[in-house]
Every structure is written in structure tokens, then in C-alpha cells.
């Protein structure tokens, strides 16, 4: 498919100068796969209003396991792909690392959510 983009043949910096073959020294996908991890680590917290999710959840093993099952899977996808996959992956990494602190939501408006210890579910104490 990046073979029939003649501008990606001469595309590239560094060492990977052709964007339509596979990354012959495996940075990328080693890189993208990375990137994905550290996604998923960060993100643990997530969804679980600010509490720490057990990490020997089924989701966060299973997004490991994609993580390490991708390099070998990918290696002979184009350079290409990898530029667009990794690009997005970077960017959520550094905004999700920026959100959290605290001058950061200060300066952009963003309000800062006080999470109850106590589940939303367990009974009030009896006085």
C-alpha cells in the first residue's frame, strides 16, 4: 500500500530514509510498542475515579501482553505506519504527564476533583 506513494520512497530522516520498507534496525516497532505501554501504565488510573486500579486487572495484562506480541507482529509493516502510530501515542504521553499538574489545570481552567476515599456503595457509620 506505501509502495504506490511515490513521496514516501524519499521521505524519511535519519535511518529511515524510505518510508515504503520495513524498519530494518526494528526502532519503530520497539518504539510504538513502548510508547503503547507507557500509555497503558499511565492510564491505569484512569476511569477509576483517581484510585488505583488493581494492576493485575484483565485489561492492563491483556495490553501488556498486545504490547509484546506487536514487535514481532509488526516488524514487517512500512515505516510509514510507524510515523503515524507513534506520533499520537508521544503526544498522549507528554499531555497526559502535563494534565496532571496541578499549576498546569490551574493555568487552563481545569478543576481539580476531589475523590471520596469511601466507596460510592459501603454504608455510613452508625453514631
Not at 500509555?39 to 495490553?63: A, F
Not at 509484546?68 to 516488524?75: C, G, I, R, S, Y
Request: aromatic share 8%; hydrophobic share 50%.
Amino acid at each position: 500500500m506505501a509502495e504506490k506513494m511515490p513521496s514516501l520512497k524519499h521521505g524519511g530522516a535519519y535511518w529511515f530514509t524510505d518510508l515504503t520498507t520495513p524498519d530494518a534496525l526494528y526502532i519503530f516497532p520497539v518504539l510504538t510498542s513502548l510508547s503503547f505501554l507507557v500509555m497503558v501504565e499511565l492510564n491505569i488510573r484512569d476511569g477509576s475515579g483517581g484510585m488505583l486500579v488493581d494492576s493485575s486487572s484483565t485489561m492492563t495484562n491483556l495490553s501488556r501482553a498486545a504490547v509484546v506480541l506487536a514487535v514481532p507482529l509488526a516488524m514487517e509493516l512500512p515505516q510509514a505506519m510507524f510515523c503515524f502510530l507513534l506520533t499520537p501515542n508521544l503526544f498522549s504521553i507528554v499531555y497526559g504527564l502535563a494534565i496532571r499538574v496541578p499549576s498546569v489545570k490551574k493555568t487552563l481552567g481545569i478543576p481539580v476533583i476531589v475523590v471520596d476515599s469511601a466507596p460510592a456503595d459501603a454504608p455510613e457509620p452508625q453514631h
